[in-house]
């Protein structure tokens, strides 16, 4: 057992004892004195004050860190408010539509689940898609009213303008998990993967304003997503697109950026390291993030307009 966990130097002894089987040393003690490696007198120790010694390094790797997207962006935008949420424990305030977003989100998941099925869903069911999945728990019951119609006239606008390409699914609420820098993973879930009607291959998530973030945030995600989607099928996406569900709302379709691609890298491996050390700063100065956020008392006053 010794000597399998001996790391530098290895001290072999026997302790002659009183009684007759103790006299002498084990025959495995004599064994190893006669193999070559093995000083049958202590070395001399050199002058430890003129060793060059290798510095001294810890056994631990460093930590790895798991990010889900909805942490990462939250460090994108702002890093003391990543830090007073996931660290401090901080929450957002209850808002009357909490749910309605997600719920939103829900409906367009099963239709495109039922798409890759080649179960392509009828105007008639958006009625029923939208009483199954809307969960609006603080809403008064006026509000409720008001968030049930919005979310069909959203879904059956969805519909009639991605009706027909609905059958080119591929993959709905599809999990991945990216390593785009050493100790550092971020998984996620890719709302919609399609083809488009020139057969590239297109990387959707759904936004709606209740789910709003910024736009550099929302590049930033799906490029994460092309990368996370490429680890795990080896298929390289072509473009990517957000899909605006609310009414008037702008949507956009780009190509995947390269450039892009190998920056995140450099952003992600940086978020890893500001956790690792507690770097997490206010921001220096009043922004639209600071006027977007729940905890923006904390750092300081709101700017007075004059």
Request: net charge neutral; aromatic share 8%.
């Amino acid at each position: 057992m010794a000597a399998t966990r001996a790391q530098k130097y290895l001290a072999l002894s026997f302790s002659p004892g009183p009684g007759k089987f103790y006299q002498r040393e084990s025959q495995f003690f004599a064994e190893a004195t006669r193999n070559t490696y093995v000083l049958t007198r202590e070395a001399a120790r050199p002058d430890e004050s003129t060793l060059n010694r290798l510095p001294s390094t810890p056994l631990a790797h460093t930590p790895d860190i798991v990010f889900s997207f909805s942490e990462l962006k939250y460090l994108f935008e702002c890093p003391y408010q990543f830090k007073l949420r996931f660290l401090y424990g901080f929450d957002s305030p209850l808002q009357k539509e909490l749910g309605y977003g997600k719920s939103l989100h829900d409906v367009m998941a099963e239709v495109h689940k039922r798409a890759v099925k080649g179960d392509i869903v009828d105007t008639t069911e958006v009625e029923a898609l939208v009483d199954r999945h809307l969960h609006a728990p603080f809403a008064p019951e006026p509000l409720k009213v008001q968030l049930r119609n919005a979310a069909i006239r959203s879904v059956h606008r969805y519909l009639r303008e991605n009706g027909s390409r609905l059958a080119l699914t591929e993959h709905s609420e599809q999990p991945v998990e990216v390593h785009l820098t050493p100790g550092v993973t971020v998984s996620g879930r890719i709302d919609l993967i399609r083809r488009i009607d020139t057969g590239e291959q297109s990387i959707v998530d759904f936004k709606s304003k209740e789910r709003a973030q910024a736009d550099a945030v929302t590049r930033d995600q799906l490029h994460i997503y092309v990368a996370g989607y490429e680890e795990l099928s080896g298929n390289r996406a072509d473009l990517v697109e957000v899909l605006n569900l609310d009414e008037g709302s702008r949507s956009s379709r780009e190509e995947v950026n390269d450039t892009l691609l190998k920056e995140i890298s450099g952003k992600v491996a940086k978020a890893g390291n500001q956790l690792r050390h507690n770097d997490m700063p206010r921001k220096t100065s009043w922004c639209g993030t600071c006027a977007a956020c729940d905890f923006a008392a904390i750092c300081r006053d709101r700017p007075s307009t004059p």
